[in-house]
């Protein structure tokens, strides 16, 4: 199913939705609702385990359905920033929202000033990214991750700034 995206650009989208999750956290709980809800909406929505082929490049196929989706609904999590994918997820994200991309944080069973200030379980996965810089011999392996710690960082920042939906302390959301 393609669709026009409203914006300027009107650049051909395949996806209503692009769902980001840390799986471990909500994919069979939160997530797993929210995403039958949307498909019963009737949105056609992105979700990692049904939209990517085996035997396919994961990196680049995430790109291209974000590049490919309307709405981004980013479901932060306790383990969030554990993940190195979510994160490099975010980041892609943050940067379509210049192209009239529609970015919807939701802050499940966190708060958002803890992941905006990287507090709590964001401020042990931070310290986890900054024990592995120290431990890292080569210079240019550390300089990158470095930069990329920086970056989601900044994305973490930026994202607590949108609109979007606390559902910290409610019963699965």
Do not use: C, M, P, Q
């Given at each position: 199913m393609k669709f026009q995206e409203a914006s300027s650009s009107a650049s051909p989208c395949t996806y209503h939705v692009f769902l980001s999750f840390r799986g471990e956290d909500t994919r069979k709980t939160f997530t797993d609702h929210l995403y039958t809800a949307l498909g019963q909406?009737?949105?056609?929505?992105?979700?990692?385990?049904?939209?990517?082929?085996?035997?396919?490049?994961?990196k680049s196929e995430l790109e291209k359905a974000i590049r490919e989706s309307r709405i981004s609904i980013i479901?932060?999590?306790?383990?969030?920033?554990?993940?190195t994918w979510c994160l490099e997820e975010l980041v892609m994200i943050l940067k379509r929202k210049t192209s009239g991309h529609i970015v919807l944080p939701v802050f499940y069973d966190v708060d958002p000033s803890e992941v905006g200030k990287q507090t709590g379980s964001f401020e042990e996965a931070f310290t986890r990214y900054k024990e592995k810089l120290k431990s890292e011999t080569d210079e240019l392996a550390k300089?990158?991750?470095?930069?990329?710690?920086?970056?989601?960082?900044?994305?973490?920042?930026?994202?607590?700034?949108l609109a979007g939906m606390n559902l910290q302390n409610q019963v699965d959301g």
């Open positions: 909406a009737i949105f056609h929505t992105f979700r990692d385990d049904d939209g990517i082929e085996k035997g396919e490049d994961i479901v932060f999590s306790k383990n969030y920033a554990s993940s300089e990158k991750l470095k930069d990329k710690v920086g970056t989601w960082r900044a994305a973490l920042r930026e994202v607590t700034n």
